[in-house]
């Protein structure tokens, strides 16, 4: 298979907390983004970083991606309550994205 | 701005009824559509997407069928329902041209089928 996969399935923390999520995957990718989905929702775009480019910030978020190791992280830090959601990681294969299975992340207040 | 619109929100249907969810886009022109699935729990499944008025590629071999009748409107639809269609479905564009770019999701509709 060549989607992303994700890591840890699930991750319980309190707020205040930083969330670590990694992804891996197996093709050479152009760029690999994040979605977050609220349960029950559709997903939101969170962030997309090319394949030349090592860390990007967003807010509360931080994104890195190794290509030699063909994998991302994901982290969120000072971790609220409403940080609770899916998050997926998606790569690009012929122009479609292809998507990971998803960390469920519950953030306790 | 662009907003992406799916009806129903949620549907019950018996095994073996006809099926039609709508996805409307506004706000842009000559966007690429996709309909996803997803299981209780698990990731997405894309099962069509399409670049263009009635250009449908299908991704896996299944009960369901698509048709873009219009440039920004997408319609899944299946003319027996089996109870493994039961899902979350969500319709998704993007704009054309570029690598990968971001999607963007609509609300998606829940589908039982019992």
């Known amino acids: 298979s060549q989607q992303g996969e994700e890591d840890p399935q699930a991750l319980s923390i309190q707020e205040g907390e930083n969330a670590t999520m990694n992804c891996s995957y197996k093709?050479?990718?152009?760029?690999l983004q994040w979605y977050r989905q609220n349960s029950g929702r559709g997903l939101v775009h969170l962030i997309l970083i090319r394949s030349n480019e090592r860390e990007k910030h967003s807010g509360r978020l931080r994104v890195t991606l190794d290509t030699s190791k063909k994998s991302s992280s994901l982290l969120i830090t000072a971790s609220r309550a409403a940080d609770t959601a899916s998050y997926f990681c998606a790569i690009n294969q012929g122009g479609k994205l292809i998507f990971g299975q998803g960390t469920e992340l519950s953030v306790k207040p | 701005s662009q907003t992406i619109h799916q009806w129903p929100a949620t549907l019950v249907q018996p095994v073996g009824s006809p099926l039609s969810l709508e996805c409307t886009v506004e706000g842009t022109s000559n966007p690429n559509l996709y309909w996803y699935r997803q299981a209780a729990g698990r990731g997405l499944q894309l099962l069509f997407y399409s670049v263009g008025i009635g250009q449908i590629s299908s991704e896996v071999p299944q009960n369901l069928s698509a048709s873009r009748p219009q440039d920004r409107q997408f319609i899944l639809s299946s003319k027996k329902l089996l109870l493994s269609d039961s899902g979350f479905y969500l319709c998704?564009?993007?704009?054309?041209?570029?690598?990968?770019?971001?999607?963007?999701f609509g609300p998606g509709t829940r589908l039982l089928v019992l």
């Open positions: 998704a564009w993007r704009n054309r041209g570029g690598l990968g770019e971001t999607q963007y």
């Open positions: 093709t050479s990718i152009n760029n």
